[in-house]
């Protein structure tokens, strides 16, 4: 069997399986926008419809629920309280900023787990970790600014992705522990039972609308998000070492840009295709370069 950092056994069928399931994610912005419900509903509906499969595919693959202890269940609960901040936070920030920044700064956990990672050895970065350090804050600051220029209502879009980032490697370093003992699905199923109330209570209490009329919208992205985008990346992951994992994920804001493009107009000069590139690039230096300290993000909440 391959291991993480020996991909001899990867297929193109695992190839197809990283793009397909980074390409089914980054569509997950544009199906927000359409849902009829609020932002945060939708995504309530993305994990509430999907949890039964999670729990099936669990059960199909064998992963067990009884050996869990109630300290390591609590744990991937409040994890999931974590996630479902996370999810909030990013749906709202999407109906406000572009498609391509909302997905790039929802991806932000990668260099803030590399960043916590110094704090938690203790070192200073060197070599290719400045560099991902400082892509991510020039690209950053290009791409808010930019915002800013549109709008102020851009710039806190923004801003609430990347809070969503921060949620959700905050997500991860709960979850470090447990996810050692759970499977994959196992681990999103428990972790889903945390974020579902979460979504639902912070929906009412923004007064959104739940219940939509018309479900396509939310059925498309509880499949293609929480089931498909998931479990494409659960399939291929463990066959890929970091780097080609982190040029996978340029798949995502190269297809939530020419979405938002099509869809809704959001033109992007060249200014706004560097900050993407700096970016970018600093996600695929993060998950190369980041420290033992803390877990490597292996399947993305986007």
Known sequence: MSNSTTPVAASPWHFAALIGGNVALACGPWLVRLADTGPVSAG????ALALPFLFLFARIGGEKFSGISRRSLLVVLAGGVFFGLDIASWHVGIGDTRLANAVLFGNSGSVILMVWGFVMIRRLPAGKEWLAIVAALAGSTILLGRSLELSTANLVGDLFCLLAGLLYAGYLLILQDARKQLGSWSLLALAGLGSTPVL?????????????????????????????????????????P?????????????????????????LLVPLDMLGIVLVASALVLARITAPKAVPRPRVNPV
């Open 44 to 47: 309530f509906w993305r994990l």
């Open 200 to 240: 639902l209570g912070v929906a009412l209490a923004l007064g959104e609308p739940v219940w939509p009329t018309d479900w396509t919208p939310v059925v498309i992205l509880a499949f293609s998000s929480q089931i498909v985008g998931q479990g494409l990346l659960v399939y291929a992951l463990r066959l890929f």
């Open 242 to 266: 970091p780097l080609v994992i982190g040029i996978g994920l340029l798949t995502q804001p190269a297809v939530a840009a020419l979405i938002g493009w099509l869809a809704f107009g959001e």
